[in-house]
């Protein structure tokens, strides 16, 4: 009998012994999975490659010393929240406070990390190709492509690229081409501009939705100041109404290209080219930078009044003049520092 009560002894206490261990497992798994991961304040990522195994996954946040738990509980926490097998592959966020869980359910939903590409207002075409060129997350499949090229490829055969793209930002996936956000803004800036076309105030000289493309581009280029685009439309729209030159700097550097210097000299205004507006009236045949939103309203809107003039005061606003008399005063006093 003693036999016996001392086996019962020993398997009780290797029952309390299991039953013990095996809720001290519960709760620390528990604890695992809700307690958040080693992220920095500034936050990471983490690609997780197509065929990628659970195992790699888990030995990469390990590496990171984003975790230290035992991939056995990244395993079972997976087949608790049926994920194993379907975890996308993708760039996923890892965010300061995220837990484990968070981190597997956002792989299992595909919730790949999103990043944001910006069009600056007043960027020329130039500027934004060289600034996807130094995106390393994109995928650069219009490198090597000529203007003309790019242009095909976005299906718009033939159209000159200035302006043509929506300065906003633009959300993509790590690997997303190149092609696809050029793609997004030159449909967005046709949405935008025929938008903007089809509800334009009345008896603007301006024939065609690109001709005000291009009167926008100036406008964007010449101030970068709300309240004074519609008044500097305002001044273009009635220059071209009295076939006056428009005499805007802008286009005037925009037709030099690399030979501009950072200052404009007396030569270059009288050098004629298409975009020389001291020297041919009207508009200049494309536009000269991507016009915001804001510019083509302006373009389209313009303010009234008689001003024809205006000069730069220095401090990123203008003086606006109604007669040539008035406006030599203004250059007088803001350009040449003779104000009396």
Not at 138 to 160: P, S, V
Request: net charge positive; glycine share 8%; hydrophobic share 45%.
């Amino acid at each position: 009998m003693r036999g016996i009560a001392l086996w019962r002894a020993i398997l009780l206490t290797v029952l309390v012994a299991a039953i013990a261990a095996g809720a001290w497992l519960w709760f620390d798994w528990a604890r695992f999975a809700g307690t958040p991961l080693a992220i920095p304040a500034a936050g990471q990522s983490i690609d997780v490659a197509r065929g990628a195994s659970f195992k790699d996954i888990v030995h990469d946040l390990r590496a990171r010393k984003v975790t230290h738990a035992s991939p056995l509980y990244w395993r079972v926490l997976a087949m608790e929240m049926r994920a194993s097998g379907r975890l996308h592959a993708g760039e996923y966020a890892l965010r300061p406070g995220m837990t484990p869980r968070n981190l597997i359910a956002d792989m299992a939903a595909g919730k790949v990390m999103q990043r944001n590409f910006t069009i600056v207002d007043g960027w020329t075409f130039a500027d934004l190709r060289k600034a996807l060129a130094a995106v390393d997350t994109l995928t650069h499949d219009t490198a090597g492509q000529d203007d003309a090229d790019l242009m095909k490829g976005l299906g718009a055969e033939g159209d000159h690229p200035e302006g043509r793209f929506l300065p906003e930002t633009y959300a993509y996936v790590k690997g997303d081409k190149d092609s696809s956000i050029l793609k997004r803004a030159y449909a967005a800036m046709s949405k935008t501009l025929d938008a903007a076309w089809n509800s334009r105030a009345p008896d603007l000289p301006l024939a065609t939705p690109y001709e005000a493309l291009i009167l926008a581009s100036i406008v964007e280029k010449e101030t970068g100041r709300a309240d004074e685009r519609p008044r500097i439309a305002g001044v273009f729209v009635r220059r071209l109404r009295l076939r006056m030159l428009l005499q805007t700097d802008p286009s005037v550097i925009y037709g030099m290209g690399a030979a501009y210097a950072g200052n404009i000299r007396r030569s270059d205004l009288t050098a004629d080219n298409p975009y020389n507006t001291y020297t041919r009236v009207g508009l200049p045949p494309t536009p000269i930078a991507l016009p915001g939103r804001a510019a083509i309203e302006a373009a389209l809107h313009p303010a009234d009044g008689k001003e024809l003039y205006f000069v730069a005061r220095g401090d990123g606003s203008h003086v606006f003049s109604s007669t040539l008399e008035e406006h030599n005063r203004a250059v007088a006093c803001y350009q040449l520092k003779r104000c009396q």
